[in-house]
Nanobody
Framework: QVQLVESGGGLVQAGGSLRLSCAAS?????IGWFRQAPGKEREFVAG????????DYADSVKGRFTISRDDAKNTVYLQMSRLKPEDTAVYYC?????????????????WGQGTQVTVSS
């Protein structure tokens, strides 16, 4: 059974850091991170190809967030630094069978349950 489990969310002050983890029950999938704030659409945050050779970031997080993967652990990480209140959202990881990182949620086949990130000002 395909499963994705996010962890690492929490409450942090603006300027602080958090590391999210996405543990997968499978390997060799492209992984993307998305987020959804109340009243807003789900948006792409970052993605990494299944070999880790290609990454992509939303403009709003470039230079602050870093996506990486540890294939030995079937885990993808999202290191978030210099957090801002506008980063507050539920963060989801998703898996896709495509070779290229996609920013559209519809390209992803499997989703985790999400983890809440709250950044206080």
């Amino acid at each position: 059974q395909v499963q994705l489990v996010e962890s690492g969310g929490g409450l942090v002050q603006a300027g602080g850091s958090l590391r999210l983890s996405c543990a997968a029950s499978f390997s060799n999938y492209l992984i993307g991170w998305f987020r959804q704030a109340p009243g807003k659409e789900r948006e792409f945050v970052a993605g990494i190809s299944w070999r880790g050779t290609s990454t992509d970031y939303a403009d709003s997080v470039k230079g602050r967030f870093t996506i990486s993967r540890d294939d030995a652990k079937n885990t993808v990480y999202l290191q978030m630094s210099r957090l801002k209140p506008e980063d507050t959202a539920v963060y989801y990881c998703a898996a896709a069978t495509t070779m290229r990182v996609h920013t559209m949620a519809g390209a992803y086949n499997y989703w985790g349950q999400g983890t809440q990130v709250t950044v206080s000002s």
